[in-house]
């Protein structure tokens, strides 16, 4: 008797182990792939959105002090730096190599983030709110981080080009 329990309590088990690695398998085969989009085509949807249109990208070393990384170990990237120290705004579009990485990126964003709100906190009440309405958007390969005041703009534009 208690051999057909265990046997039955067991056979309960690998039924519900059996359904969750189906159903696992599942969502990821039928996950919406990300296309591949040139980079310079989303940079050219979302950085009018803040302005920066008229403006020229900065170069990789900015990336480097701001954000820790060698943009040349990740992908292309635009990057449109604040003006000035009282400037919050920025862009940060990125395409890597290897998706992998995308971890690595977001972290160094949100450690940039972190690091622009106790810089700007109790006395830039602009650039605070820029901060906290900040968009962060990783899609597969594509990174997007925008604080602007159209930051939802420029969202907007970067989901549109997938």
């Known amino acids: 008797m208690i051999g057909r329990l265990l046997k039955n309590k067991y056979s309960i088990i690998g039924l519900i182990l059996i359904i969750g690695m189906v159903a696992f398998i599942y969502s990821n085969a039928h996950e919406k792939s990300v296309p591949d989009v040139d980079i310079s085509t989303i940079n050219e949807a979302v950085a009018p959105t803040c302005n920066y249109s008229a403006a020229s990208p900065s170069e990789n070393r900015m990336i480097k002090r701001y954000y820790g990384f060698n943009p040349n170990d990740y992908g292309e990237m635009y990057y449109y730096a604040?003006?000035?120290?009282?400037?919050?705004?920025?862009?940060?579009?990125?395409?890597?190599?290897?998706e992998s990485d995308a971890a690595t990126i977001e972290e160094a964003i949100k450690d940039r983030l972190e690091m622009q709100k106790k810089a700007f906190d109790g006395y830039g009440t602009n650039q605070t709110e820029q901060l906290n309405a900040s968009r962060l958007i990783v899609k597969g390969r594509y990174i997007l981080f925008v604080v602007d005041d159209n930051a939802t703009k420029a969202a907007d534009a970067f989901e549109k080009c997938f």
Do not use: G, Y
């Open 82 to 98: 604040p003006t000035d120290t009282m400037d919050a705004t920025e862009l940060l579009i990125v395409k890597l190599n290897n």
